[in-house]
C-alpha cells in the first residue's frame, strides 16, 4: 500500500511530501501524519466509575480513595475476567480509534493479557499488573514470578510486561522496596502512582535511601518537586487530575509522557492532547507532541518501527479540535480503516462500552438490595467483542 503525507511529524522535524509503503494493496493520501503513533502511558481500563461527584474535588488521592462513593464493587468487578477483558478489548479499540499504538495498562493483568491476544487488531500493549494491600488484588508473591515469565514470551513486540506499585500509602514499604530491586536487577519496568496531591518524593526517598538504578514511572507527580533527580520519569494524566484535584502538572519541564488514566471516563490521548494543549498552550504544542509520541515508547523500551498515524487535517488544526484519526498503523499493518477499527465505528464502540458499563452495575452495583443484587441475577454478557471482520 503507497501512502502519501503532505506533512510528517516526526522528533527529528516536519518532513514533507513523504512516500510511505505499507503491508497491502492500494494507495492514500493524507494531509497530515504522526511518526510514531501517540503512546498512552499510563491507563486504567477496569475503571468505569471514578466516584466523582458533581463539584466535589478532594485534597489528595488518599481522601479520594478512602471517601469516594463508587458505583460498583472495584474489588469484584476486578475478579469478573469475563468483563474485565471485555473492558480491556473496549479500551484497546476505543484507543486505537484515538491514534493510540502503544497503551500501558494497570489492572486485572489476566483480562489485559487476554485482550491483548484475543483481538486481532490493537495498539501494542505494556501490562503492568497492580502491587497493592486490598482484599481482591494479588500479592507479589504471585506476580512476580508471572512477570518473569512474561518478560521470555515473544509476543512479537506487540505484547511488553511491567509491574505497578499502586502508591506509597497503599503498597507496603517492603514490596516498594522489594520491587525497586527486582526492577535494578532485571532492568524492568516499574511504574507507582507519586505525589498525587501530597509530595511524596521525600517519602520515597526515605523508603529507598538512593535513587533506582532504573527509572522508576511516576505517574501524576503534580507536586513542585525535582523528580528527575532521584531518576523518576513523569507521566501527566491532566483530564483525571483536573477531575479529582482541580489541579495538574503545570510545569511541561517536569512531565515525561502523557496518560489518559480513565479512558472509559475521559477517552484516550485526541481527547488528552486537546486538554494539554489547553493547559500548556498552542506555542508548546511540539513538546507535547514529542511527550505524546517517542517520550512514551523510550519509557517502556517498545520498538516504534511501523507505527504511524494520519489526519485528514493539518496536525496542528486536528489537535486543536480533538478530531480522530482516519487510520493508524501498528507494525506497518493498518490498525485503523477509514475511522474504523475491527470494523466498528467510535460510536459504536461507545455504545458498547454504556453496555457493559450496565452489566458491571447489575453485576457489582453497591447502591442497591445488596453487593451484586442490584436488578435480579445478570443477563450475561451479550456484546459480540470477537474483533474478526476486519
Ligand atoms: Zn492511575
Given at each position: 500500500m503507497e501512502v502519501e503525507v503532505e506533512e510528517l511529524h516526526t522528533p527529528w522535524g516536519v518532513k514533507e511530501n513523504v512516500k510511505l509503503t505499507f503491508k497491502g494493496t492500494g494507495s492514500l493520501s493524507f494531509r497530515s501524519g504522526l511518526y510514531p503513533g501517540l503512546v498512552?502511558?499510563?491507563?486504567?481500563?477496569?475503571?468505569?466509575?471514578?466516584g466523582l461527584e458533581e463539584g466535589r474535588k478532594w485534597s489528595n488521592y488518599i481522601e479520594w480513595f478512602e471517601k469516594r462513593r463508587l458505583l460498583v464493587n472495584e474489588s469484584t468487578l476486578r475478579q469478573d475476567l469475563e468483563l474485565c477483558t471485555a473492558l480491556s478489548k473496549l479500551t484497546l479499540m476505543l484507543s486505537a480509534l484515538e491514534g493510540t499504538t502503544l497503551i500501558a495498562l494497570t489492572g486485572n493483568y489476566k483480562a489485559n493479557i487476554r485482550a491483548a491476544t484475543e483481538l486481532k487488531n490493537k495498539p501494542r500493549v505494556v501490562t503492568m499488573p497492580t502491587i497493592i494491600n486490598k482484599n481482591g488484588w494479588d500479592p507479589l508473591e504471585i506476580v512476580a514470578p508471572i512477570i518473569k515469565q512474561l518478560e521470555n514470551f515473544d509476543a512479537n513486540d506487540m505484547l511488553g510486561v511491567g509491574i505497578f506499585c499502586h502508591s506509597l500509602r497503599y503498597t507496603s514499604e517492603k514490596y516498594i522496596r522489594t520491587c525497586v530491586q527486582l526492577c535494578d536487577t532485571n532492568n524492568m519496568l516499574l511504574g507507582i502512582h507519586l505525589?498525587?496531591?501530597?509530595?511524596e518524593l521525600d517519602v520515597l526517598r526515605r523508603i529507598l535511601l538512593k535513587p533506582p538504578k532504573t527509572s522508576i514511572i511516576g505517574?501524576?507527580?503534580?507536586?513542585?518537586?525535582?523528580y528527575e533527580t532521584f531518576n523518576i520519569r513523569t507521566v501527566q494524566c491532566a483530564s483525571s487530575n483536573l477531575a479529582l484535584y482541580?489541579?495538574?502538572?503545570?510545569?511541561?519541564?517536569?512531565?515525561y509522557a502523557f496518560g489518559s488514566d480513565w479512558p472509559l471516563l475521559f477517552g484516550s490521548m485526541v481527547n488528552e492532547l486537546k486538554v494539554l494543549i489547553d493547559i500548556?498552550?498552542?506555542?508548546?504544542i511540539d513538546d507535547i507532541i514529542l511527550r505524546a509520541t517517542i517520550n512514551g515508547y523510550k519509557l517502556f523500551k517498545v520498538d516504534f518501527r511501523g507505527d504511524y498515524v494520519f489526519f485528514d487535517d493539518k496536525l496542528e488544526k486536528a489537535l486543536r479540535a480533538g478530531k480522530r484519526p482516519s487510520y493508524v498503523f501498528v507494525k506497518g499493518y493498518p490498525l485503523v480503516r477509514e475511522g474504523k477499527v475491527n470494523g466498528y465505528t467510535y460510536d459504536e464502540i461507545l455504545s458498547m462500552i454504556s453496555q457493559v458499563r450496565e452489566e458491571a452495575i447489575k453485576r457489582h452495583?453497591?447502591?442497591?438490595?445488596?453487593d451484586g443484587k442490584r436488578d435480579g441475577p445478570s443477563s450475561g454478557l451479550r456484546i459480540p467483542i470477537h474483533a474478526s471482520n476486519s
Open positions: 498512552d502511558s499510563h491507563a486504567h481500563p477496569h475503571v468505569i466509575d471514578g505525589s498525587e496531591g501530597i509530595p505517574v501524576h507527580c503534580i507536586e513542585d518537586e525535582d482541580g489541579r495538574t502538572q503545570r510545569e511541561l519541564g517536569k512531565v500548556h498552550s498552542e506555542k508548546k452495583g453497591i447502591w442497591g438490595e445488596g
